[in-house]
Protein backbone atom coordinates (compact mmCIF):
# COMPACT_ATOMS: atom_id res chain seq x y z
CA UNK A 1 0.00 0.00 0.00
CA UNK A 2 0.94 3.13 -0.89
CA UNK A 3 1.44 6.11 1.71
CA UNK A 4 2.40 8.63 3.79
CA UNK A 5 2.11 8.29 7.88
CA UNK A 6 2.47 11.36 10.01
CA UNK A 7 3.66 10.73 13.84
CA UNK A 8 4.91 12.71 16.62
CA UNK A 9 2.03 14.73 17.26
CA UNK A 10 0.61 15.31 21.04
CA UNK A 11 0.03 17.67 23.84
CA UNK A 12 2.89 20.11 24.73
CA UNK A 13 3.32 23.34 26.77
CA UNK A 14 4.12 26.16 25.14
CA UNK A 15 7.70 26.86 24.70
CA UNK A 16 7.78 23.19 24.13
CA UNK A 17 9.13 21.14 21.01
CA UNK A 18 8.06 18.07 19.23
CA UNK A 19 9.72 16.34 16.66
CA UNK A 20 7.01 15.32 13.56
CA UNK A 21 8.01 12.28 11.69
CA UNK A 22 6.28 11.60 7.92
CA UNK A 23 7.33 8.29 6.84
CA UNK A 24 6.46 6.90 3.47
CA UNK A 25 5.68 2.93 2.87
CA UNK A 26 5.38 1.03 -0.59
CA UNK A 27 7.51 4.10 -2.57
CA UNK A 28 10.93 5.56 -2.20
CA UNK A 29 11.16 9.26 -1.38
CA UNK A 30 14.08 9.65 -3.06
CA UNK A 31 12.50 11.69 -5.89
CA UNK A 32 9.78 13.63 -3.65
CA UNK A 33 9.68 17.39 -2.48
CA UNK A 34 7.95 16.96 0.54
CA UNK A 35 5.59 19.66 2.13
CA UNK A 36 4.30 19.96 5.91
CA UNK A 37 1.01 21.18 6.12
CA UNK A 38 -1.00 22.43 9.36
CA UNK A 39 -4.60 23.22 9.58
CA UNK A 40 -6.25 24.54 12.47
CA UNK A 41 -9.74 24.64 13.28
CA UNK A 42 -11.87 26.68 11.09
CA UNK A 43 -8.80 27.93 8.73
CA UNK A 44 -7.58 26.71 5.84
CA UNK A 45 -4.51 24.60 5.53
CA UNK A 46 -1.46 26.33 4.89
CA UNK A 47 1.98 25.59 4.39
CA UNK A 48 4.58 25.22 7.08
CA UNK A 49 8.05 23.82 5.64
CA UNK A 50 9.25 22.05 2.61
CA UNK A 51 12.40 20.66 1.40
CA UNK A 52 13.69 19.65 -2.25
CA UNK A 53 14.06 16.11 -2.92
CA UNK A 54 17.85 16.42 -2.95
CA UNK A 55 17.73 18.13 0.65
CA UNK A 56 18.96 21.09 -0.59
CA UNK A 57 16.46 23.56 -0.50
CA UNK A 58 14.19 24.44 2.02
CA UNK A 59 11.40 27.10 3.15
CA UNK A 60 9.51 27.63 5.76
CA UNK A 61 6.47 30.32 6.63
CA UNK A 62 7.31 33.69 8.32
CA UNK A 63 5.58 32.23 11.41
CA UNK A 64 8.06 29.55 11.82
CA UNK A 65 11.18 30.57 10.81
CA UNK A 66 13.96 30.41 13.38
CA UNK A 67 11.80 27.33 15.22
CA UNK A 68 11.28 25.18 13.06
CA UNK A 69 13.32 22.67 11.31
CA UNK A 70 12.71 20.57 8.20
CA UNK A 71 15.10 17.53 7.73
CA UNK A 72 14.77 14.04 5.39
CA UNK A 73 16.72 10.96 5.99
CA UNK A 74 16.45 8.86 2.56
CA UNK A 75 17.66 5.98 4.04
CA UNK A 76 14.62 5.92 6.73
CA UNK A 77 12.41 6.95 3.93
CA UNK A 78 11.08 9.46 6.35
CA UNK A 79 11.37 13.61 6.12
CA UNK A 80 11.07 15.21 9.90
CA UNK A 81 9.61 18.45 11.09
CA UNK A 82 11.35 19.76 14.50
CA UNK A 83 9.61 22.12 16.20
CA UNK A 84 10.75 24.08 18.80
CA UNK A 85 9.72 26.96 20.66
CA UNK A 86 6.00 26.33 20.45
CA UNK A 87 3.11 28.45 20.52
CA UNK A 88 -0.64 28.29 21.12
CA UNK A 89 -1.00 29.45 17.80
CA UNK A 90 0.73 26.50 16.31
CA UNK A 91 -2.02 24.28 17.60
CA UNK A 92 -3.53 22.18 14.48
CA UNK A 93 -4.12 19.47 12.41
CA UNK A 94 -0.54 18.43 10.23
CA UNK A 95 0.11 17.15 7.64
CA UNK A 96 2.55 15.91 4.53
CA UNK A 97 2.39 15.67 1.05
CA UNK A 98 4.49 14.29 -1.67
CA UNK A 99 5.09 15.68 -5.06
CA UNK A 100 6.73 13.98 -7.36
CA UNK A 101 9.50 16.18 -9.75
CA UNK A 102 12.65 15.59 -11.63
CA UNK A 103 13.37 18.75 -10.34
CA UNK A 104 15.88 18.52 -7.32
CA UNK A 105 15.68 21.78 -5.85
CA UNK A 106 11.85 22.30 -6.38
CA UNK A 107 10.14 22.82 -3.23
CA UNK A 108 6.49 22.38 -2.50
CA UNK A 109 4.74 24.58 0.11
CA UNK A 110 0.98 25.59 -0.91
CA UNK A 111 -1.48 22.52 -0.57
CA UNK A 112 -3.14 23.40 -3.89
CA UNK A 113 -0.35 22.02 -5.98
CA UNK A 114 -1.32 18.36 -7.11
CA UNK A 115 0.73 16.19 -4.97
CA UNK A 116 0.74 12.47 -5.22
CA UNK A 117 0.26 11.51 -1.88
CA UNK A 118 -0.81 12.90 1.77
CA UNK A 119 -0.64 11.76 4.66
CA UNK A 120 -3.98 11.43 7.41
CA UNK A 121 -2.12 13.97 9.68
CA UNK A 122 -1.23 14.28 13.36
CA UNK A 123 -2.51 16.26 16.03
CA UNK A 124 -0.33 19.23 17.90
CA UNK A 125 -1.91 20.87 20.68
CA UNK A 126 -0.33 23.66 22.45
CA UNK A 127 -1.66 24.73 25.66
CA UNK A 128 -0.78 24.72 29.57
Known amino acids: QLQLVESGGGLVQPGGSLRLSCAAS????????IGWFRQAPGKEREGVSC????????NYADSVKGRFTISRDNAKNTVYLQMNSLKPEDTAIYYC?????????????????????WGQGTQVTVSS
Open 97 to 117: AASRTSVQHMCVMTPYYPSNY
Open 26 to 33: GFTLDYYT
Open 51 to 58: ISSSGGRT
